[in-house]
């Protein structure tokens, strides 16, 4: 079964900083790798995703992240952080070869200071 | 893309009795699923909403607890059964168009507490 890890509770980022969240995960083939935010009292908004190709991905908001396969990771990315990127970041993970059951990692609080 | 809405938007309720969720969307969609997000949690797949048949359920979850239906490709209901404070979560319909290279859709969420 798929799963997804985000070791840190909350990322703490001063404004104009630069913003990373990590995510690694586990499936028994390839995967596609997804990061949604969720802003308060209101539902998740799709950031961007990795199907294939480049590692590289950017999505909306300024927003991207980089697939490693060695590592099996997919950190989310801002080069500098707004004060109104502060919410809850959630990655999530769906096999392949599976049912279509999207894995949610524990998501992230992301706070970022003025 | 899919917009989608719930019904309720939050509801307060008592110990022992029932509340259904409504989930609509605007356009068909190939799979419906609900979800389960408790306070300062991450979200659980309850079930995979089929439309016409009975819906897949995940570990942990039943059907006697938590009925579904799909009774067409833009509609779907989930019923909170016997509630107990437990209970007490966002409850959020999702929706996958196309395959599964696409990004579901997420509904804004129904807050239910259990008093």
């Known amino acids: 079964a798929q799963s997804v890890a985000q070791p840190e509770d909350q990322v703490n980022v001063a404004e104009g900083n630069p913003l990373t969240v990590k995510c690694t995960y586990s499936?028994?083939?390839?995967?596609?790798l997804f990061w949604y935010v969720q802003y308060p009292n209101r539902g998740l908004q799709f950031l961007l995703k990795?199907?294939?190709?480049?590692?590289l991905v950017k999505g909306s908001y300024g927003f991207e992240a980089e697939f490693n396969k060695s590592q099996t990771s997919f950190h989310l990315k801002k080069p500098s952080a707004l004060v109104s990127d502060s919410a809850l970041y959630f990655c999530?993970?769906?096999?392949?070869?599976?049912?279509?059951?999207?894995?949610f990692g524990k998501g992230n609080q992301v706070v970022v200071i003025p | 893309s899919a917009v989608i809405s719930q019904k309720p938007s939050r509801d307060i309720c008592q110990r022992g009795t029932s509340l259904t969720i409504q989930c609509q969307v605007d356009?068909?969609?190939?799979?419906m699923f609900w979800y389960r997000q408790q306070p300062g949690q991450s979200l659980t797949l309850i079930a995979t909403?089929?439309?016409?048949?009975?819906?897949?359920?995940e570990s942990g979850f039943v059907i006697d607890k938590f009925p579904i239906s799909r009774p067409n490709l833009t509609f779907s209901t989930l019923t909170v059964s016997n509630m107990s404070p437990e209970d007490s979560s966002i409850y959020l319909c999702?929706?996958?168009?196309?395959?599964?290279?696409?990004?579901?859709?997420f509904g804004p969420g129904t807050r239910l507490t259990v008093t």
């Open positions: 999702s929706a996958l168009t196309g395959t599964s290279v696409n990004e579901q859709y």
């Open positions: 499936v028994s083939g390839n995967p596609y």
């Open positions: 990795y199907i294939t190709g480049d590692n």
């Open positions: 999530a993970v769906r096999d392949r070869r599976g049912n279509n059951r999207l894995a």
């Open positions: 356009s068909q969609v190939t799979m």
């Open positions: 909403a089929n439309q016409g048949s009975e819906a897949t359920y």
